[in-house]
């Protein structure tokens, strides 16, 4: 199957700086990818679709100026949690979906787990 | 409004058969999707149907009813291993998944 990587599996931050989070389709290009946060005991919460060359949609709610999405190539999404805090400790996990996946199966990262001090 | 239901926690024993069940309603319907997430880590792909009726796949086995809005998860055998949070999602006319809050299985010996 595919594999889709991100990049760190963990990060601990202090309050005020920014985190990136990279996610990479090792083995297909991913035109569409998503990003997901899921709060303990919770379902996953989409919060944008990033499109490959174009900006990202976010979903109602979340904040696009503070969850900065960059999609530049076809093999990398990246995540940047500007002037992080507490709150935003969570769980984040992307996801892709290549060319000519027609089943729209969506492949999965490992995830990032970011605490906010 | 879109929406996804399925139990929030369920409990089996080892070796016996479990079932949980996903009902959905959404805009539209391209498919419904179950994942597998272990505490801790990203969900895994276990199956896709966008047809009527059951995808066998080893010791897990899907089943859809559109007309019904319904879909079921079966599990045999059960192991240890299978303990973990079982996530329906549908996709809907615009091919965006709506997630389930997942069932926790817990599995006993």
């Known amino acids: 199957g595919a594999v889709v990587s991100q990049h760190p599996s963990w990060v601990i931050c202090k309050s005020g700086t920014s985190v990136k989070i990279e996610c990479r389709s090792l083995d297909f290009q991913a035109t569409t990818m998503f990003w997901y946060r899921q709060f303990p005991k919770q379902s996953l919460m989409l919060m944008a679709t990033s499109n490959e060359g174009s900006k990202a949609t976010y979903e109602q709610g979340v904040e696009k100026d503070k969850f900065l999405i960059n999609h530049a190539s076809l093999t990398l999404s990246t995540l940047t949690v500007t002037s992080a805090h507490p709150e935003d400790s969570s769980f984040y996990i992307c996801?892709?979906?290549?060319?000519?996946?027609?089943?729209?199966?969506?492949?999965f990262g490992e995830g990032s787990r970011l605490t906010v001090l | 409004g879109q929406n996804i239901d399925q139990p929030t926690e369920m409990t089996a024993t080892e070796g016996a058969i479990v079932q949980i069940n996903c009902t959905y309603q959404?805009?539209?319907?391209?498919?419904l999707f179950w994942y597998q997430q272990h505490a801790g880590e990203a969900p895994t792909f276990l199956s896709y149907?966008?047809l009527d009726g059951l995808e066998e796949k080893g010791r897990f086995s899907s089943f859809l009813s559109r007309s019904k809005g319904y879909s079921y998860l079966l599990l045999k055998e059960l192991q240890m291993k299978d303990s973990a949070s079982y996530l329906c999602a549908a996709m809907d006319s615009n091919y965006q998944l709506i997630w389930g809050a997942g069932t926790k299985l817990i599995i006993k010996p």
């Open positions: 149907n966008v």
């Open positions: 996801s892709a979906r290549g060319q000519g996946r027609d089943t729209g199966e969506l492949f």
């Open positions: 959404t805009s539209g319907f391209n498919g």
